[in-house]
């Protein structure tokens, strides 16, 4: 148990919908990570928010958001969903912002029908 | 910009060969590496990983990684394999006040 958490583990819902994946962080840590992976386009980093702030931004769509609260929890938005936003996404956290060791939540399985 | 990279896509062995996984990173200044290993239907697990000191880490399960400055490498080891280390295997650095960097990863099958 790498102490990150994640909800729901899995979910399915139709094109055009908007759902909200939930992470909370290992206790003590200020960084939250969220990353996409697929088949076809295997891990691939979305956001960083460190300590409530956006601190690096990766392959995310306009279509998703990202949001880092001031318990340090944080939540990804993606909402007009597509076939190809099936996925595993994962939410990782860590001590800093950078350097540290990150360790990895169980994920979230989302199915696009 | 920082860059990690892993040249072997997939990898197939038979139980008991010795494993070597590529790993090499672009990186300005000081880097932190990392291994971290995706069993089939879970989540990343952290390996092993170097900060700093010998540059010979040994891990979990048998594996080792080595730093070799010189050619920017931190390739991943084992002696032997077992078919439960068939798995996904991530190698991952970041530095100062940046986020770590995944490669894109390594499939191994382990065959029996």
């Known amino acids: 148990d790498s102490g990150v958490t994640q909800t729901p583990k899995h979910l399915i819902t139709a094109t055009g919908q908007r759902v909200t994946l939930r992470c909370s962080p290992r206790s003590g840590d200020l960084s939250v990570y969220w990353y996409q992976q697929s088949l076809d386009q295997g891990l691939q980093f979305l956001i960083q928010?460190?300590?409530?702030?956006?601190?690096a931004k990766g392959n995310i769509l306009e279509r998703f958001s990202a949001q880092q609260f001031p318990d340090l929890h944080s939540e990804l938005n993606l909402s007009s969903l597509e076939l190809g936003d099936s996925a595993l996404y994962f939410c990782?956290?860590?001590?800093?912002?950078?350097?540290?060791?990150?360790?990895f939540g169980e994920g979230s399985w989302l199915t696009v029908v | 910009a920082q860059s990690v990279s892993q040249h072997n896509h997939h990898v197939i062995l038979s139980e008991a060969a010795s494993l070597e996984l590529g790993c090499n990173y672009s990186y300005g200044g000081t880097v932190n590496l990392f291994w971290y290993v995706q069993y089939p239907g879970q989540h990343l697990q952290l390996l092993l990983k170097?900060?700093?000191?010998?540059?010979l880490v040994k891990g979990i399960k048998g594996f080792e990684a080595e730093f070799i400055k010189s050619k920017f490498s931190f390739n991943l080891r084992k002696p032997s394999v077992q078919w439960s280390d068939t798995a996904e295997y991530f190698c991952?650095?970041?530095?100062?006040?940046?986020?770590?960097?995944f490669g894109t990863g390594t499939k191994l099958q382990v065959i029996p």
């Open positions: 990782a956290s860590s001590e800093t912002q950078g350097g540290n060791t990150i360790y």
């Open positions: 928010y460190y300590n409530g702030e956006e601190r």
């Open positions: 991952a650095a970041s530095g100062g006040y940046q986020k770590v960097t």
């Open positions: 170097y900060f700093s000191g010998d540059p």
